[in-house]
């Protein structure tokens, strides 16, 4: 999963979404989905205009985090000795 601390990014700078959006010259949409981390597909350029306003590097506004999954860690692997 990639999580977006543009939420942050954003209080630091105290911009709203509307703000920003609007100095990144992107479409608000793509900002408000970003920050409630529903963004499935956003333009290379879009993040790099976001990124330019708030002064960050990609890796400051995106993170991938693993997935949770319910695994039992005990239970034996299939094939493993």
Known sequence: MVHSHLVELMRHHQLKTAELARLAHV???TVAALTRDR???VDLTALERICT????????LLEIVPDES????DAPVAGAT
Do not use: E, I
């Not at 306003?53 to 400051?60: E, M, Y």
């Open 27 to 29: 479409n608000r949409s």
């Open 39 to 41: 963004a499935t597909r």
């Open 53 to 60: 306003v708030l002064g960050c590097g990609l890796g400051d």
């Open 70 to 73: 319910p695994q039992d860690n």
